[in-house]
């Protein structure tokens, strides 16, 4: 489902990312990318969803290699294979929980019946069924990030990547989100998330893909944080 | 249809939140699409003198009553081989009555009380080379009249000449000066519509880039995240081009109109010669928007 082969990434300002870094993630795993600040977590999840190009090697999702799609058709459609969540939720402050998923829809072009069915349907999904026509102001940490999971997953994507998506939240919410998580990988989507949370890795004992200085250290398949 | 819905909802969602933005650029485009017209309007405006005080002819020989069939063949075909001469064509005296009843269509004291025998037959002669008129005058025997100054022409079957090449180059330096005048400062004007309505389209992206970022996410394609802000912009743009010619129809009715009839020598731009300009005005506010468009969106070109 993902490769990276022999991927390195060098930003314009001379700062390595990545270096010579080689990942293979079957459909349906989940992973964890672990490691400290700087070591390239970020970096491969931007290389996924082709937002950078790698300055060597090459990168597949999907069975597609990522950078020679064309912006004009070829990377909007890889992105709607892959859902995206994020530790600040990004989610639009001046619409309501149903329109915020909707908008993911709607600006990929889907006809209203299929809207009307889907969004509610995900929204039941992720426990907000109850939530639909509340702003993002009037929901805890926790359930914002539900409404994102729900943003993420409403298009049914192959692929679901996590930045630190409990970075903002109390150890019980975590858990909760994981759960959640772990629920939407059970149905077949292949989740990675990029994570800094000890106890969270620990306690869910998946494959874990250590990064430290752009380098992979270590790649255990039912691992823990350190 | 949904997606039309979607692209006139986003734009008109869009013009709300930028709304004093939005008011700039479409003043400044309404300004300088109105300078635009007027440019226009002033050009047609003196095209009109220009007809009504020659004819667009350089020298006019007018012919003596009455008129011999012979001698207009004859002197139409020497007065083509002059060198001077680029064009002539003859105008009898019904065509002449017909010209003269068109121009002054708006002053009915003209039309009606002047009968039609009195227009005379001419030769309408364009020149090739105006410095050279001396050889028609010298063809014709014409001497200067030293108390009317009418150039009478002792060939026979010629009334006298008429020289417009003095006049022409006058109003012709008249227009260039005034249309080019407007022309520029419409063409300054236009540029800044161009800058004003960019910079709205810029900001109006600033302010939804969290948005775009999620449309570009979830793999909203290109077209999709930009047509909004072009439409916005065409939408700038146009609302200048109508309020213009509104405007101008406007000017047109309260100021020409007041015009009519009181200078009674002078021709007016009737709404026929407005009507004749707004596609010029469209097609430099579809310029607008383009260029506007192009260079406010550039920087979200990427995905």
């Given at each position: ?226 | ?53 020659t004819?667009?002819?350089q020298v ?67 020149l090739?080379?105006t410095?050279?008129y ?29 020289d417009f090449r003095d006049i022409l180059d ?134």
């Amino acid at each position: 489902m993902i490769s990276l082969q022999n991927v390195t990434k060098t930003y314009k300002n001379g700062v390595t990312a990545l270096e010579a870094v080689s990942i293979e993630i079957e459909k349906g795993e989940f992973v964890f990318v672990v490691g400290p600040s700087g070591s390239g977590k970020s970096t491969t999840l931007r290389l996924l969803l082709r937002e950078e190009e790698p300055s060597m090697g090459e990168v597949f999702v999907a069975g597609k290699n990522v950078v020679r799609l064309s912006s004009l058709g070829g990377i909007p459609k890889l992105r709607r294979n892959i859902g995206c969540v994020f530790q600040d939720f990004k989610l639009l402050q001046d619409k309501t929980v149903f329109e915020n998923v909707s908008f993911a829809l709607e600006v990929i072009g889907k006809p209203k019946h299929v809207i009307d069915a889907r969004v509610p349907e995900i929204l039941d999904y992720v426990g907000l069924g109850d939530k639909l026509n509340n702003y993002p102001d009037e929901l805890s940490g926790g359930e914002q990030q539900r409404v994102s999971i729900a943003r993420a997953c409403v298009n049914r994507p192959l692929v679901l990547l996590a930045d630190e998506p409990t970075g903002n939240l109390d150890p019980n919410t975590s858990v909760d989100i994981m759960r959640l998580l772990d629920k939407v990988n059970k149905i077949g989507t292949t989740v990675v998330m990029a994570t800094h949370d000890q106890a969270i890795v620990d306690a869910m004992r998946k494959r874990v893909i250590e990064l430290d200085h752009g380098k992979v250290v270590r790649d255990q398949s039912r691992g823990v944080y350190s | 249809m949904r997606r039309i819905e979607f692209y006139f909802r986003e734009t008109a969602a869009g013009i709300r939140r930028n709304g004093i933005m939005a008011f700039a650029a479409m003043s400044t485009a309404f300004i300088a699409l109105f300078l635009f017209g007027l440019a226009l309007i002033i050009a047609r405006e003196i095209n009109l003198v220009i007809e009504a005080v020659t004819g667009n002819v350089q020298v006019a020989v007018y012919l003596s009553d009455p008129v011999r069939p012979d001698t207009v063949t004859r002197l139409q075909t020497e007065l083509q081989q002059l060198p001077a001469v680029a064009s002539v064509q003859y105008e009898n005296k019904d065509e002449a009555c017909a010209r003269a009843k068109k121009l002054f269509e708006s002053n009915p004291a003209i039309t009606e009380n002047v009968p039609c025998e009195v227009y005379p037959a001419s030769f309408r002669v364009t020149l090739a080379d105006t410095a050279q008129y001396g050889q028609i005058t010298a063809r014709l025997s014409c001497q200067p009249d030293p108390t009317t100054h009418d150039i009478t022409c002792s060939e026979p079957g010629v009334l006298k000449v008429l020289d417009f090449r003095d006049i022409l180059d006058r109003l012709s330096a008249i227009t260039r000066v005034l249309r080019n005048g407007v022309l520029f400062i419409a063409v300054v004007m236009l540029v800044s519509a161009t800058v004003l309505v960019a910079n709205t389209l810029r900001m109006g992206m600033f302010a939804r880039r969290k948005e775009i970022g999620i449309m570009r996410l979830v793999g909203a394609t290109n077209w999709r995240i930009r047509v909004p802000f072009l439409i916005e912009g065409l939408v700038e743009a146009l609302v200048g081009a109508a309020l213009a010619i509104i405007t101008l129809f406007l000017v047109k009715v309260f100021v020409v109109d007041q015009l009519r009839g009181r200078i009674v020598w002078l021709p007016l731009i009737r709404n026929g010669d407005v009507l004749a300009i707004t596609p010029w005005i469209l097609i430099a506010a579809a310029g607008v928007a383009i260029v506007a468009g192009t260079i406010g969106i550039r920087r979200f070109l990427d995905v």
